[in-house]
């Protein structure tokens, strides 16, 4: 059974702080992504990596940094934090062969 | 880059009655198409996909059709249940990379 694991689902941090959210996968698939998810703009990519130590931008790449290490773990990251950051983060791994994504269930990151 | 747009926001239907949602894309190079279906608290999860060699594609209750000269696809959901209740996101993306572009996504409800 596919799995992709986030390290938290719900987080609250004060503006300026440091935060790091952890993605996962047991898949072996070289493709990871992260979305950032809000109430009537769907989900837009912040971030992608297709190997290790690869990292491309997405369409709002601006205030977030990622991380590729190891093949099955990508890391977001949020120097610091603000208050327009507060959103449901949601990563996912991408088949290859097929072009389907699958997600992890979500990090809620509320920044006070 | 692709954009996508899909329409409606909010679709409420009576159980029984028929569902469409409908995207539209800008990039004629995107050649699959996947329909994401997230429910209330969970992960968003694959429930059809088309690829641009093909005009429709049906599975149970569910169908998505494809007009490449239009450059708009659409899924319908006939017979619906309560159960269909849930966001449904449309996405665009060129097979080899499968870098997927989302609509803002629609939120069927159906009433017993």
């Known amino acids: 059974d596919v799995k992709v694991t986030q390290s938290s689902r719900y987080l609250v941090k004060r503006t300026g702080e440091k935060v790091f959210l952890e993605c996962v996968q047991d898949m072996d698939h070289e493709n990871m992504f992260w979305y950032r998810q809000d109430p009537g703009l769907g989900l837009r990519l912040i971030y992608f990596?297709?190997?290790?130590?690869?990292?491309e931008k997405g369409d709002i790449p601006e205030g977030y940094s990622v991380s590729r290490e190891k093949k099955e773990r990508f890391s977001l990251i949020l120097e610091s934090a603000s208050t327009n950051q507060t959103s449901m983060y949601l990563c996912?791994?991408?088949?290859?062969?097929?072009?389907?994504?699958?997600f992890g269930e979500g990090s809620r990151l509320t920044v006070l | 880059g692709e954009n996508v747009e899909q329409h409606p926001s909010t679709l409420s239907v009576q159980e029984g009655d028929s569902a469409v949602i409908k995207c539209t894309y800008s990039d004629s190079a995107s050649n699959y198409f996947p329909w994401y279906k997230q429910e209330l608290g969970k992960r968003p999860q694959l429930i059809i996909d088309?690829?641009?060699?093909?005009g429709e594609k049906k599975d149970q209750r569910i169908a998505v059709t494809l007009n490449k000269t239009a450059k708009h696809f659409s899924l319908h959901i006939t017979e619906t249940q309560p159960e269909d209740s849930a966001v449904y996101f449309c996405?665009?993306?060129?097979?080899?990379?499968?870098?997927?572009?989302f609509g803002r996504g629609t939120s069927l409800i159906v009433h017993p």
């Open positions: 996912a791994v991408g088949d290859p062969n097929t072009g389907e994504l699958f």
């Open positions: 088309i690829r641009s060699n093909v």
């Open positions: 996405a665009a993306s060129k097979g080899g990379s499968y870098i997927p572009t």
């Open positions: 990596s297709y190997d290790v130590k690869m990292k």
